[in-house]
Every structure is written in C-alpha cells, then in structure tokens.
C-alpha cells in the first residue's frame, strides 16, 4: 500500500510538474495568429513583367545560348564520316532541347517554385512543409500560421497522405532525402565552376581560327583573364550586370538565329529532314560504336538549364517562360540546323565549326560578342550558385558566410564574396589544367546530368504532396524523365577517366562540408533540447533567481523555442548576478522563402511580471539576409516595448483569469509535493513549493506563485513595468551568446573523430560568428563556452 502510494503520488507530483512547466511557458499560438494576414506577394505588372523577361536573358540563358560553342564538337571530336550521322546528332538535339529545357523545366519544373524560389533546395524546402520530413526538428504549429507558410492537407486514406506516413516513418528516409537533395546541390556548385571554363575557353578559342599557328596557351592565358575579370564584377550584383548583359545576350541571340538561317539556304536545307524524330531513332540504330559516347556531347546543348531553374528566384516564373519560348527555344534550333548544315558540307571543320560558319564580313565582331557572351553564360551559373549557398546555409547545411544583397528592388539578388573568390581559383584551376574544351566538356555534362536527375527525383513527392496529382501523371512524368536523361548518364559515367572525374571529385568535397556541417548542427540542436532546463525550476527560484538582479537588459540566445538553454544554468550557477530584465532569444530558420518584416518577431512573457522574463522568437526564411545596416538588438527592444505596451490593453484578462489558473495549479503542484516528502523520505530538493535537481547549487529562494509574491504581482502596473524597462535599457543590454564547442566521443570511430574534431573544427574557425551576422557590439557580447561530446 504504501509503494502504492509512493507511485501515485509521484505520478500525481511529475503531471502537474509538467502542466505547470507548459503553462508557464506555452507556445505562441494567439501572437502568432495575430500576424496572420498582415503580408500580401508583390504582383508584377504587364510592363514590368516584359522588362524582367528581357533581364533575365542576361542573367539566366547566357549558358544555354553559348552552348553552340562547343556541342558539336563534343558530339564528333574525330570528325564526321556520313551526313547521316550529322542529321542523326541534329534530330537528337533539337527533341532534347523540347523535352528536357521546354516540356521539363520551363512548363513543369519551374511550377514547383516556393514562392517564386527555385533550385534543389526549394524543393526540399515545399517537402518539408507538406510532410515532417526536416532532420531538424525545431518547427511548431504558429510557424504554419505565417502569410508565406502554405501546405495542403490531405484525405486520411488518399495517396498523398500514405506517401507523406512513408516519409516520416523513419529517421533513414529523411537522411537519405537530405542526402539526395545536398547530392544535387553540390554538382550544381560544380556547375558554377565548370560553365565559365567550358565557356569562356571556347569563345577564347575563336582567336585561333584565323591564326591557326597561334599556340594554346595563348588562348588560355586570354579566357584565364576574361575570368579574372568576370569574378571581378560579381560584387556590383545581378541587377546592374543583368542590365549589362541583357541587350548584348539579345544581340547574341539574334546573331546565331540569323547565322544559322543564313547557314541553312546557303549550304544543304536537307537537314531540316532532322525535325522528323524518325531520324532519331535511325541515329541509335546505326550501331557504331561511337554514337553512345557522343551521348555526351549532345548532353551539353542543355547546359545551363539547371541554372535556369536555381537563378528562378532573380526572376518571376512567366518572365522565364516568355523568354525562353519567344526568343531563346527559336534561335537555338536555328543555330544548330545552321551548324548542321554547314558541317555536311565541311566535313574537316568539325572542331570549330562555329566560328567557320560565321560569314567573314561579321566575323570579328562575332567573335567579340561570342567572347561576351560566354562571360554572360558564366554569370547564369555565378548566380545560381550563389542562391544555393544562402538556401543551404538557411536550412543548415553550409557554414556561415557573408552574403551581400545587391538589389533593393529585388530581395533575392545577392553576392557571396568567400564563394565568389573560390569559385573563381577553382574555375582558373580547371582551365589552366585541362586546356581542352572536349575534357572539360566530359567534366561539364557529368555534372549536368546528375543534377537534373536529382530533380527528377524530388518532383515525384513534390507532384503527390503539394500538387496532389493523379499517380499516373507521376509515373507519366518520370518515364519520361528518365528515359531521355539515364541514357544521357551512363554515357557520361563512361567518360569519367576523361575528365569526368572533376565534378565528382568537387561534389564530393562539397558534399562533406555540408553533411559533416548539418550533422554537427544536429546534435548540437539535440544537445540543447535534451539539456535544457524547465521554466518550472527556473520560477523555483524566486524573483531574484537565486542571484543579484543588476540594472540592464541580458539577451540570451538560444536555439530553443521553449524552455531554458542549458547555456543559462550554466551562467547563473557560475556567476553570482544576472541582469533585472532577462530575454531568451531564439533565431531559426523555416522552410519559407521569407518571413515578413511584420511577422518576424514573436514576444512572449515568462512568469509573473515582477521576473521580468520574456522569450522573443525572431524568425527567418532562406531567402531572408540580415543587413549591415540591421539593428539587431534595437529590433529586439522595440519589440520588447510594444509587447509590454499591448499587454496593457489586455491588463484585465493576464491577471484575473491566466494567473488565477496558474495560482491554482501551483498549489495542486504544492500538495502533490508535500505527499512526496512525506511518502518517499525527501527524495527531491525542495524549493518552496517547486523541486529541481539537486545537482545545480543554487541558493534556494521563495517561490513567486504563493502569498505575497502574488499579492505584489497583481498590484503592480504597466506604466511603471515600461518606465523599468527603459531604466534598464539606459543602464546597458548585454548579449550572452552560448559558444559550444562539439568534439566526438573516445570511443568514436576514426571517421567520426575527423569529421568532428577536424573537419568540423576548422569549419567553425571559417565561419561568420552570430555576433558579426547580427550586427552585435563587441563591448557588449559575453559568450559562455561549453563542450559537448557527441
């Protein structure tokens, strides 16, 4: 009888702990309900919508443009035996080009925006949303009341919500998403090095044509500097060089249309026979033993369609779709056919067969807009890679960088100086060392490739998530996806010992970078949660908890959006005082494109008023950049003003009916506690009518929720609550900062032990602190160092 009652009363003792740990510290449901609405998208009128689609010609087609270059080239490099082959190529490219950038991307894929954002990570992003599917589990239900959070709910035995049960099942499905998502990625980063060699190299290439003694190096050394200066003009930002490049990507456009044209009437327009697909099939069919590896070639005539859909957020979707179907789709076809049909013709002039179709009287200016171009083509995939780095560091999976926003018309336009210079000694690296266009082309369509296969992939759950479509549409598409691109893969797969081992090697790199980055970020998250302290205790301690309260205002951050950070308990068991106002500030990222300025900040209090404790939620989608010109910690005051000035208007509702409740709960608590004394032999450490661990030493104080605590509480007034704050404001604001540092267990693996004490380590060293990201005075920063072994 008496264990009986030992294990009631313990059981009774743990509930009503727990309900009053969640009363005192509920999550922010009604603040933020009371944001919802405020935040309408930007609609772009008719003119403005024209004038974005001429932008982007700039900005997302240069590499898809300059792909005449080198493709036929990378499809024949030991020339041209039949014209039937030449046809055959033709007629191969011109229905990849309609399937894959046409049919795939521009009028599908790019539907799969979030708001407006593209790219792998968006993808991941709309997922994450429909489905728990995040490996960072620091979301809640006011997060989904925000204007630019939307998700579709689903039929308990639909399709959709057995796809969603699926993914959420178990932790390996969402690792391996993750993996699959930082897999496309990271060769789209290698894209961004690769495009500018391939491209500048062979623009560079067409000095040669009329000096053919002139020796590679030349060239080389010509296309290296056309780089320096290219990496060079990144930090004036995508909306200065869009306008730059736009007319003359127009001008280029219209170059090769009208070449090619000319090229057909002059040379065979027997090679409009390639429009047939039948002519497509007959390629396959001719067995030679060449004709799948020159898969590769034709895989690069859609280069920089990836690009096209990463670079998705500089623009709107229907601007993309306008320029692409009026005036890049048409010139491109006309380009290759007039190629074709000066290759039948020219059978020797494979190699530059560009350059040599291009009638003497115009070729030198040709060739400075060619040479131009290949620089606009390598901006296309510069400012993808950029949107990918700041989605990837949002959503914890890149060490923290710089990121400019060049634009203030245009939030999504940003310069990422570390990556900038980065990808500019690697790309410097690939040309000097290779000095090959049809190496570099083998490299290039590799990575292509496996991006767009990636993408394949994650508009399967995109299509029955979010856009609840009718499985056979799926399966519809993704036939037909994988038809075109797993030949177009192996076929690059077979070309790895010839330079298309770069983008693997350099996806790889980036690869450990970001998974060893998200998994100490994981654990670091875990740790907080798993050591965190409750509010319960923490209101234990009395006002003062248990320490001297000196003037000023102490932000304490945490990634926490409830309850109290190890961090702090470590500070006060330490420290013998802590400031009179206490504010716990958590920073996270969501799924969302952006969070509106309006609806950012989440104030809460903490406690009874004579605390003065409060919890501010700050949050941030990845499209989202703090600013230098940011105050931070005036953002956070000023929230903190207008909250307590709110809470006035709600005087009457806070104290007769929230506080009475909590009153009551606390002397349920306080009797539940007592039978535990007297049943289990003071098994807790009592703090008036709270318990806590007794391994924290800290001086017990009276509990607030009792007596004249309460009395004090009740008759104290806003007014004065806002005349405190703002003597505590004028005696100073300190920001604690908790700096963990994460080193692997003894008995870790000899991988575990590099990835975290070595690789980790030396990413944190390279890394922008959160006191540079928000813009914190260094006189006023106090970081609390911890370790914690994982």
């Known amino acids: 009888m008496l264990m009986a009652s030992m294990l009631?009363?313990?059981?009774?003792?743990?509930?009503?702990?727990?309900?009053?740990?969640?009363?005192?510290?509920?999550?922010?449901?009604?603040?933020?309900?009371?944001?919802?609405?405020?935040?309408?998208?930007?609609?772009?009128?008719?003119?403005?919508?024209?004038?974005?689609?001429?932008?982007?010609?700039?900005?997302?087609?240069?590499?898809?443009g300059t792909s005449p270059l080198y493709v036929f080239y990378n499809i024949f490099p030991h020339g041209v035996d039949e014209d039937e082959d030449v046809i055959g190529a033709l007629s191969l490219i011109i229905y990849t080009l309609t399937l894959i950038p046409l049919m795939k991307y521009v009028f599908v894929v790019l539907r799969a925006n979030d708001n407006g954002q593209g790219g792998t990570f968006a993808l991941y992003s709309l997922l994450c949303r429909h489905a728990k599917v995040s490996t960072i589990p620091n979301q809640h239900k006011t997060d989904e009341e925000l204007t630019t959070y939307s998700r579709q709910t689903y039929e308990e035995n639909s399709l959709a919500a057995k796809v969603k049960k699926w993914l959420e099942g178990h932790a390996y499905k969402k690792n391996c998403l993750l993996i699959l998502v930082l897999i496309g990625t990271c060769t789209a980063i290698g894209d961004g090095i690769l495009t500018p060699a391939i491209s500048v190299l062979s623009a560079a290439g067409g000095i040669r044509v009329q000096n053919q003694n002139m020796s590679t190096d030349v060239v080389v050394i010509v296309a290296v500097f056309i780089l320096i200066g290219l990496f060079c003009l990144q930090h004036y930002g995508t909306d200065k060089v869009g306008w730059l490049f736009a007319p003359l990507v127009l001008l280029w456009f219209i170059l090769i249309g009208s070449v090619g044209l000319v090229n057909i009437h002059k040379y065979n327009s027997s090679v409009l026979r390639a429009y047939n697909p039948v002519y497509t099939f007959r390629y396959f069919k001719r067995g030679k033993s060449e004709i799948w590896t020159s898969l590769g070639g034709v895989m690069l005539s859609i280069t920089g369609t990836e690009a096209l859909y990463a670079d998705l957020c500089h623009f709107p979707v229907l601007a993309i779709q306008i320029a692409f179907t009026l005036v890049v789709f048409p010139c491109l076809l006309l380009a290759y056919t007039g190629q074709a049909a000066y290759i039948i013709d020219h059978k020797d002039h494979v190699v530059d067969a560009f350059y040599r179709s291009i009638p003497e009287a115009i070729y030198w200016p040709a060739f400075i807009i060619a040479t131009l171009a290949a620089v606009v083509a390598s901006q296309a995939t510069i400012s993808a890679t950029y949107s990918i780095i700041k989605q990837a560091l949002a959503l914890g999976c890149f060490p923290r960088v710089n990121v400019v926003h060049t634009s203030k018309k245009f939030l999504g336009q940003i310069y990422i100086p570390d990556i900038n210079w980065v990808l500019m000694i690697l790309c410097i690296a690939v040309t000097a060392g290779f000095k090959n266009q049809s190496q570099i082309g083998n490299a290039y369509g590799t990575a292509v490739v496996i991006v767009m296969l990636v993408t394949t992939f994650l508009m399967v759950p995109v299509m029955l998530l979010v856009w609840k479509s009718h499985w056979i549409l799926v399966v519809i598409f993704l036939v037909l996806s994988l038809t075109v691109e797993l030949p177009y893969f192996t076929a690059c797969i077979n070309k790895v010992d010839q330079g298309g081992w770069v983008p693997l090697v350099i996806a790889i790199t980036f690869f450990v970078i970001m998974y060893v980055w998200h998994f100490c970020t994981v654990k670091r998250y875990e740790f907080e949660m798993h050591s965190k302290v409750s509010m319960a205790w923490i209101l234990g301690l009395g006002p003062s908890l248990g320490l001297v309260r000196v003037p000023g205002i102490g932000f304490v951050y945490t990634e926490l959006a409830s309850g109290v950070p190890h961090i702090f308990s470590h500070f006060i068991t330490n420290l013998p005082a802590i400031h009179s106002v206490v504010v716990f500030v958590c920073v996270k990222y969501l799924p969302v494109y952006t969070v509106p300025a309006e609806e950012r900040f989440i104030m809460k209090r903490i406690g009874p008023k004579n605390y003065h404790m409060f919890r501010c939620v700050a949050r941030y989608g990845y499209k989202d950049i703090h600013k230098k010109d940011d105050n931070f910690e005036k953002m956070l005051l000023d929230r903190l003003l207008i909250f307590v000035r709110l809470e006035s208007m709600m005087d009457g509702y806070s104290d007769s009916e929230d506080f009475t409740m909590m009153e009551q709960k606390a002397e349920r608590s306080t009797r539940s506690l007592q039978l535990t004394e007297k049943a289990g032999g003071n098994t807790m450490s009592s703090i008036g009518d709270l318990s806590y661990s007794s391994q924290d030493s800290i001086v017990p104080a009276k509990s607030p929720l009792t007596g004249n605590s309460l009395t004090r509480y009740s008759s104290q007034t806003f007014g004065d609550e806002l005349e405190f704050l703002n003597w505590c404001k004028d005696a100073g604001v300190v920001h604690i900062l908790g700096n963990t540092v994460v080193q692997a267990r003894r008995d870790s693996g000899i991988v575990k032990k590099v990835a975290v004490n070595y690789v980790y380590a030396f990413l944190r060293k390279l890394c922008r602190e959160n006191s540079v990201i928000f813009n914190v005075p260094h006189e006023s920063l106090l970081n609390v160092g911890q370790i914690y072994y994982i």
């Open 8 to 64: 009631d009363s313990e059981t009774t003792n743990r509930g009503s702990m727990w309900e009053l740990d969640q009363n005192l510290d509920q999550p922010m449901d009604e603040e933020a309900s009371q944001l919802k609405n405020m935040y309408r998208e930007k609609k772009f009128s008719s003119i403005l919508l024209l004038r974005l689609a001429f932008q982007s010609l700039g900005v997302v087609f240069g590499d898809l």
